[in-house]
């Protein structure tokens, strides 16, 4: 290879390894999905952290597939991320569910959600959180959902996501001075894949849904991801801290 097109070689790949990256959770499918697609249509490298590849990766992003529920597998993915990339951002997005009623829980059900929804996030800032602080800067976005103000049928899940809001408020508060903001969203009926699934357009319990939405639709991913794409971008300084609800209203009260 003659030797000024090595030379272009290095001085690109430099430039893509040294290049600001957001880290996704759960970014193949569903919101984290429409995350990924808007922060790399922003001109953002992004790094997704899945269990499985998307169907189409971006030009800007790089997959990692790793389990975030086992710890082990979730620091040696975050390792190999950080000696590639300079992570500034971190979208904690990934999650499951398991529904059931107090009745039917169990305690494998508290455990398996909470290593997904709690424990991933927190080891995910304690790596990242370091370079973040010796930059003086750094944007965290945790996605909670309205199910954490109480939803039936999902005991597990929504303790889980009232953890988090507990975790954004107190990180906001010890990382603050350090130039880096916290900040919680949390979705109501989104149309993702999965909802879509479970909740066919024509079903009563859809249309019951629907009543009980102010703005009488179901929310798009999109507009979860523009909302998170806000919190991080750098102009959003001064906002940390809180949870933020993409609802369509439905926190402030219910159609019906």
Not at 58 to 77: G, H, Y
Request: hydrophobic residues 45%.
């Amino acid at each position: 290879m003659p030797f000024h097109l090595l030379k272009a070689l290095i001085k690109l790949d430099k430039a893509i390894t040294s290049k600001s990256s957001a880290l996704v959770t759960g970014g193949s499918s569903g919101i984290g999905r429409a995350i990924v697609n808007r922060l790399t249509a922003d001109g953002m490298h992004v790094v997704n952290f899945d269990i499985k590849a998307p169907v189409t990766a971006n030009a800007d992003e790089t997959f990692i597939r790793v389990d975030i529920s086992n710890e082990s597998a979730l620091r040696s993915a975050l390792d190999q991320a950080m000696a590639h990339h300079e992570i500034t951002r971190l979208v904690n997005n990934a999650g499951i569910v398991r529904p059931a009623n107090i009745d039917n829980t169990s305690t494998a059900d508290l455990q398996a959600v909470m290593n997904v929804n709690v424990a991933a996030a927190i080891i995910c800032c304690q790596v990242l959180l370091p370079s973040m602080r010796a930059k003086q800067f750094g944007r965290i976005v945790n996605i909670s959902s309205r199910a954490a103000l109480g939803k039936a049928e999902r005991i597990v899940y929504a303790t889980t996501k009232a953890a988090i809001h507990g975790f954004t408020r107190t990180l906001a508060l010890e990382v603050a001075s350090d130039g880096i903001t916290v900040n919680a969203i949390g979705p109501g009926p989104i149309a993702t894949e999965l909802f879509t699934s479970a909740n066919p357009p024509d079903a009563p319990a859809t249309k019951r849904i629907l009543e009980a939405v102010p703005l009488r639709r179901i929310g798009r991913p999109d507009e979860v991801a523009h909302l998170v794409a806000s919190l991080l971008d750098e102009r959003a300084g001064y906002t940390t801290g809180q949870v933020i609800y993409v609802c369509g209203g439905m926190t402030v009260g219910l159609s019906h």
